[in-house]
């Protein structure tokens, strides 16, 4: 089946620093890969779209500059929060779709990263 | 505003109990996905249902999704303490660009106590 494989799964950062996730596909190319944002017993909420060779698409309220996207291959997608602070600090999941399967919108998600920024 | 509303949010049973999850809204789905999620992972897919009225069965739990394709409803026969999740219904829906993305609903926290 297909695996996405996130890292690092655990990040402490100090305020202002700035943490890269990295988000891959390890057995099928993904051309679109997801974001998402779990705070503590909330849901998911999807922050962006990452298209491969082409801008992320921003879900509304989410700041572009704060969490850059960048999906340079179709195995790799990673998300930057740039000078980070202490509300940052959450759960940040991705996933991909795995072309393979077609009709519904099935989505492998990667195991997360837990961000805690001091 | 919650697209998809679930409940119970808590459920607390003794091994051996039967439960139901359910997951309402007023969008109409292409498809609505269960997942299960364990503390620190992500969520695992459990199942995918597309037709309105169709009903899966993945050993004790079934799935159904909603004639309007509004809802979608998991009963667990039986459960045994290794149910215990968090139990996500997420809901396919096609962006105004085009695309399509999953909506989650903020989940059902289910224990089974032995």
């Known amino acids: 089946g297909a695996v996405v494989s996130q890292h690092p799964s655990r990040v402490i950062c100090k305020s202002g620093t700035s943490v890269k996730i990295e988000c891959r596909s390890l057995d099928f190319q993904a051309t679109t890969m997801f974001w998402y944002r779990q705070f503590p017993k909330q849901s998911l909420m999807l922050m962006a779209t990452?298209?491969?060779?082409?801008?992320?698409?921003?879900e509304q309220g989410v700041e572009k500059d704060k969490f850059l996207i960048n999906h340079a291959s179709l195995t790799l997608s990673t998300l930057t929060v740039t000078s980070a602070h202490p509300e940052d600090s959450s759960f940040y999941i991705c996933s991909a779709r795995d072309p393979r399967y077609s009709g519904a919108n099935v989505l492998t998600f990667g195991a997360g990263s837990r961000l805690t920024v001091l | 505003t919650q697209l998809l509303e679930q409940s119970p949010q808590f459920l607390s049973i003794q091994e051996g109990e039967n439960l139901t999850v359910y997951c309402n809204s007023s969008s109409v789905f292409s498809s609505l996905q269960w997942y299960r999620q364990e503390p620190g992972e992500g969520p695992v897919l459990l199942v995918t249902v597309v037709t309105g009225g169709e009903v899966k069965k993945l050993k004790r739990l079934t799935f159904q999704f909603g004639d309007a394709r509004k809802d979608s409803s998991l009963h667990i026969t039986a459960a045994q303490p290794g149910d215990t999740g968090l139990y996500l219904c997420a809901g396919a829906k096609i962006t105004q660009g085009g695309s399509e993305k999953l909506v989650f609903g903020k989940g059902t926290k289910l224990t089974v106590n032995p």
């Open positions: 990452s298209n491969e060779g082409s801008k992320a698409t921003y």
